[in-house]
Structures are given as structure tokens and as C-alpha cells.
């Protein structure tokens, strides 16, 4: 027994040097997230919250995530768009309504085709001041709408999270994410999910208690 407990004690010490050797784990967010101190918020057409033509829902999805970002006190909101370290783009989805099972009217001996009622069917979008700017990115979410009954239909909210390079252009996105109704405030479903990502890759440090004399 003497003649083995060296190789014991040896073992051991490699066991309980084991976890202080092991690598940590990697973040599963980008770096740009711990050393970012502000951000700026827009709309996927690169429309910020000073346009007095702004569409109102988009306005106030604005609003909800500038609150939402003051609330969770990690950064801070820059006023100038090329001075942010972070991106955060917003979509707020549309009501649409589906007419692809409209039918066009057959003709009539009395009318010639040129008297033939125009009518092409698709997807008509309830009047709005801005329309949204598709990106290649977005050709594959088409089909991520919620349908109803009633022939509506729910496009999803969006958050993506870009960083900005030198010339002003927008570089990534980073992180996205998207929810029926997930700009909607106070909560901000999307923003709050950004939230538990960045807190859990890269946590915030405790705050510094104030000791009353």
C-alpha cells in the first residue's frame, strides 16, 4: 500500500488540476456584444426616429425598444448613427391581406379584351406611408406569417443587431430573431430575448453597493 500511494497522490493531483486546465466556454454571441457601449435604432428602411413621416407603428416600435434598452442599463443610445457601436434594426409586421383566391371575372360576349375588368390576384397590403425593403435574406421568410379566418395575415416583428463599419456601411447582422407581435411593448419579446443571450455570453458585472456612512 505505501509503494502505490505516491502514484495515488499523483492521480489525485491531476484530477483536481483537470477543471482548472479546461478550456472556458466559448461565448455563443459575437465579441462585439461585451465591448459595445451604445447603440441606435432604425427601421430596415434605415429610418431613424426624427423622420416626421415615419410610419406610426414603426414609430412607436422605436420608441419601445429605446425604452427597453434604457431599462436594461447595459448601453446607452447614441444620437448619431455612425457613433454607435451596435445596429439594432427593426421590422414591425403588417396586416395583409390574402386575395390569392380571387377570381377574375370571365368575359362577357359584350365586352372586347380591353373592357375585360383588371384584376390581379395577390397580396394587397392595407394602405401604409413606408413599405418595407426586402432583402435576399428575407426571401426565405415568407412564409413565416401568421393566417386567420378572416383572409388576414400577421406578418412577424424583427430584431437584427448589425455592427457599422468605417464608410457608414451596416456589417452583419450579428444576431436577429423574430415573433408575431415582438416589438410590441412594454416587454419587447425580442429585445428581451437579446437581452438573456448577451447577459448569458458575456454577464454583466454586479453593481457596487453604496455604503451609507
Do not use: C
Not at 444576431?175 to 443571450?197: D, F, T
Amino acid at each position: 500500500m505505501r509503494r502505490n500511494l505516491p502514484a495515488f497522490l499523483l492521480l489525485l493531483a491531476i484530477a483536481g488540476s483537470a477543471p482548472a486546465n479546461a478550456k472556458p466556454k466559448k461565448p455563443s454571441l459575437p465579441e462585439a456584444f461585451e465591448t459595445a457601449h451604445t447603440v441606435f435604432v432604425e427601421t430596415r428602411d434605415g429610418v431613424d426616429i426624427t423622420d416626421i413621416n415615419l410610419d406610426r407603428d414603426q414609430r412607436n416600435a422605436i420608441l419601445d425598444v429605446q425604452d427597453g434598452i434604457q431599462d436594461w442599463g447595459r448601453y446607452t443610445l447614441s444620437r448619431s448613427r455612425r457613433d454607435a457601436d451596435l445596429i439594432l434594426v427593426i421590422y414591425k409586421g403588417r396586416l395583409l391581406r390574402d386575395q390569392s383566391n380571387s377570381q377574375i371575372p370571365s368575359q362577357t360576349p359584350s365586352q372586347t379584351p380591353s373592357q375585360t375588368p383588371s384584376q390581379t390576384p395577390g397580396t394587397l397590403r392595407l394602405p401604409t406611408s413606408h413599405a418595407p425593403i426586402q432583402d435576399p435574406a428575407d426571401a426565405s421568410q415568407s412564409g413565416n406569417n401568421t393566417s386567420s379566418p378572416d383572409g388576414l395575415t400577421q406578418e412577424k416583428d424583427e430584431l437584427r443587431v448589425y455592427t457599422i463599419q468605417s464608410d457608414g456601411k451596416l456589417k452583419g447582422p450579428i444576431w436577429r430573431s423574430e415573433e408575431e407581435r415582438g416589438l410590441n411593448g412594454p416587454n419587447v419579446l425580442l429585445l428581451q430575448r437579446l437581452k438573456a443571450e448577451v447577459e448569458k455570453s458575456y454577464p454583466s458585472p454586479p453593481a457596487k453597493q453604496q455604503i451609507n456612512p
